[in-house]
């Protein structure tokens, strides 16, 4: 008896997402996110622009040298938290450094 009951399942789930291929239309999915896609196009293209760039080079220099003089005299806290702000920084240069690695121009042999 359950045999038949997970293929009636299997047969139902079938039909649904053959019927959604074909009506994607009534498959109730829209755009609805478009009103948020501007202000976080702002954001990115702020912390991925020139200023973001300079500002996370920057926040990594910083946090080396503050890590390479200091590193006796820290606290365990205050290495966490260099390493959070230098992490932030490397996550907003990434960008950067991935589209100079992959940005190919011209014959690749």
Known sequence: MKTKTNQHLW?????LVVLAAM???HAL???GLDEFAGPFEK???TITGKWGQLISVAGMAVCGVVFIFNRQDMGEGFKMLLQ???GICFIAFASTIV???F??????I
């Open 11 to 15: 047969l139902s789930l079938a039909i």
């Open 23 to 25: 009506l994607p239309e």
């Open 29 to 31: 999915a829209s755009g």
């Open 43 to 45: 954001v990115v293209n």
């Open 84 to 86: 959070v702000v230098f």
């Open 99 to 101: 589209t100079a690695m």
């Open 103 to 108: 940005s190919f121009s011209g014959a690749v």
